[in-house]
């Protein structure tokens, strides 16, 4: 028998000795849990709720890849930059927190609320869930919508929102600051800076 043959044999016996006595992997559903009396309306909104579930965790994992590759950073090292990276992007969106809004002419014309975004950060959340400043343009909008509303109730909103994004503005500069403390190498400075993540 030739050397080759030998050391094959020994590598598939070995294995097999290995994993013998293991269980074998549990792998993870990709449906949800169905349970019994659920109506036709709810199984769909299950089904929906987990592929949106799903789509999210992939979109996760090639950003952190993305992230990793481009800042040429290990998994663990990531993890010490993402949540400063996360707390400033997320306070860029409250520094310049508004609404969107679709139609044509005057008649189609709607705000598009950031309670309204499918895939935005606010997606999913009640008002009591988003930061001020988002809460703040959703009560914004209300008295814009609202024909009863007064110049002196929306005036306090204005002032309510610019000083929500003044705090926000604030905040991020130290958050800019924190990111800028945790990076190790010109590359990650250069890449943060181009994004506008550092100062």
Not at 52 to 76: D, G, I, P, Y
Not at 111 to 126: A, C, F, N, V
Not at 140 to 158: A, C, F, N, V
Request: proline share 3%.
């Amino acid at each position: 028998m030739s050397t080759h043959r030998i050391i094959f044999i020994s590598v598939v016996c070995f294995s097999l000795a290995v994993f013998a006595g293991q269980k074998p992997l549990r792998m993870r559903s990709k449906f949800p849990q169905l349970r019994q009396g659920m109506t036709g309306e709810e199984i769909v909104k299950a089904i929906k709720e987990a592929r949106r579930h799903e789509q999210k965790n992939k979109k996760e994992v090639m950003m952190r890849q993305a992230w990793t590759s481009l800042l040429r950073v290990t998994k663990q090292e990531w993890m010490r930059i993402e949540p400063k990276t996360l707390k400033v992007l997320y306070l860029g969106f409250e520094v310049n927190v508004g609404a969107g809004h679709g139609g044509r002419n005057e008649q189609a014309f709607h705000w598009i609320r950031p309670s309204d975004s499918h895939q935005g950060s606010m997606e999913g959340k009640t008002r009591d869930q988003m930061p001020e400043g988002y809460r703040i343009v959703e009560e914004l909008i209300d008295l814009l919508e609202d024909e009863k509303s007064t110049d002196e109730g929306i005036r306090k909103k204005i002032d309510a929102l610019q000083q929500s994004r003044d705090k926000a503005r604030m905040q991020l500069t130290k958050a800019k600051q924190e990111l800028a403390a945790v990076l190790t190498s010109r590359r990650q400075e250069a890449v943060f800076l181009l994004m506008g993540y550092v100062d």
